[in-house]
C-alpha cells in the first residue's frame, strides 16, 4: 500500500483501501512485550505461524497457498503460455563426469547421454529467441529446476537473454535450484499435484527428455489428460526415438486394445532440437495460433 498525492491510502494495483495491512499488523504484533502470554504460541497471529500452517487441518489452506503464489507471481510477470521441458536430472553436460552412475554400465550410459543436455539447451534457446519476439510473455521456458536436462533448459534460456521458470519440489536429492533459473521465477513447491498443474496451465508445447520415474509420471500425466480431452491437443515431443520405443512399447499397447491405434499419433519423435522447434512452429502456423 503507498500514499497518494490526496492523501488517500491505495494498493499498488490503484485500488483504494484504508484498512491496515497484514504484514503491518504482524510487524506489530512481533514488536510487543515478551511476556509468558505473548509467547505463548496460541497469541501467534494465525497467518504468521508456521506450525499452525503445517498441522495436518490445514492441508487444504497450504495446496491453495502452493497454487496461488506461483499463479500470482507468474500473472504479475505478465507470463502468458510456457514450453515445457522435461528430462533426467542425471544425465550430465558434454565432458562432465556421469555423478549419478552406480557402476560402469550406468557411466557410459549416462555420459553418452549428454548428446541429450545440448539438444536441450539448443532446444531452449530456439523457444527464447521466438519468445522475444512477445517481450518474453509466450513460449516462456519451464522445466522443473533441477540438475541435467532441466539446468540445460533453463541454460539455453539464459544464453539468449530471456528469462525462465524452474518449479522444483522438496526431495531428499537432486533438486536443488539449478544456477540458470530466473531467480524471481524459481518456485519451490511440497505438492506434486500443485507443481505438476503449474507445468500444464500455461503450455504451448511439451518436450520430453530420456529419464526416470519421475519423467515417466510427468509424460504419462500430459498423455492422459491429452488423450482424454481434459487437455487440449498440442506439440507433445519425445527426445531419442531409440530410448523411448525401447523402454514403452507404444505398438503392443495398442495391439492389445487398451489405447486405440491412432492415440500414439499424439506423440512425436525428434533426436534434434530443430526437428522439435519445427514441430512446434507447424502446429501453431495450421493452427492460426501464434
Known amino acids: 500500500m503507498g500514499k497518494g498525492k490526496n492523501g488517500k491510502w491505495r494498493r499498488k494495483d490503484g485500488v483504494w483501501d484504508p484498512l491496515k495491512t497484514s504484514s503491518a499488523d504482524r510487524q506489530r504484533a512481533e514488536a510487543v512485550p515478551k511476556t509468558p502470554q505473548s509467547l505463548s504460541p496460541t497469541y501467534r497471529l494465525a497467518y504468521a505461524d508456521e506450525d499452525f500452517l503445517c498441522r495436518e487441518e490445514l492441508r487444504p489452506i497450504r495446496l491453495q497457498l502452493e497454487l496461488m503464489k506461483t499463479e500470482m507471481a507468474l500473472v504479475e510477470r505478465g507470463i502468458k503460455s510456457t514450453v515445457v521441458m522435461f528430462g533426467g536430472a542425471r544425465i550430465p553436460a558434454p565432458g562432465q563426469a556421469a555423478w549419478a552412475a552406480r557402476n560402469e554400465v550406468q557411466r557410459v550410459n549416462l555420459e553418452a547421454a549428454s548428446v541429450y543436455y545440448e539438444e536441450a539447451r539448443k532446444f531452449a534457446r530456439l523457444c527464447a529467441r521466438y519468445s522475444a519476439k512477445f517481450d518474453f510473455h509466450e513460449y516462456v521456458i519451464v522445466t522443473g ?4 536436462v532441466m539446468e540445460a533448459g533453463n541454460r539455453g534460456a539464459a544464453e539468449e537473454g530471456a528469462p525462465s521458470i524452474g518449479l522444483n519440489i522438496v526431495l531428499p536429492h537432486e533438486q536443488a535450484p539449478n544456477a540458470y533459473v530466473t531467480p524471481e521465477l524459481s518456485f519451490n513447491f511440497h505438492y506434486f499435484a500443485i507443481r505438476k498443474m503449474h507445468f500444464m496451465v500455461r503450455a504451448k508445447a511439451i518436450a520430453v527428455f530420456p529419464g526416470g520415474f519421475g519423467t515417466l509420471d510427468e509424460f504419462f500425466e500430459c498423455l492422459t489428460l491429452i ?19 525401447g523402454i514403452v512399447n507404444f505398438a503392443a499397447l495398442a495391439e492389445f486394445g487398451t489405447i486405440a491405434p491412432d492415440d500414439i499419433n499424439l506423440i512425436s519423435f525428434v533426436d534434434t532440437a530443430e526437428a ?6 507447424d502446429f501453431y502456423e495450421h493452427s492460426g495460433e501464434h
Open 276 to 281: 522439435a522447434w519445427k514441430i512446434v512452429t
Open 145 to 148: 529446476g533441477g540438475p541435467g
Open 227 to 245: 488423450q482424454t480431452g481434459r487437455m487440449a491437443r498440442l506439440p507433445l515431443i519425445l527426445f531419442g526415438e531409440k530410448f523411448w520405443r
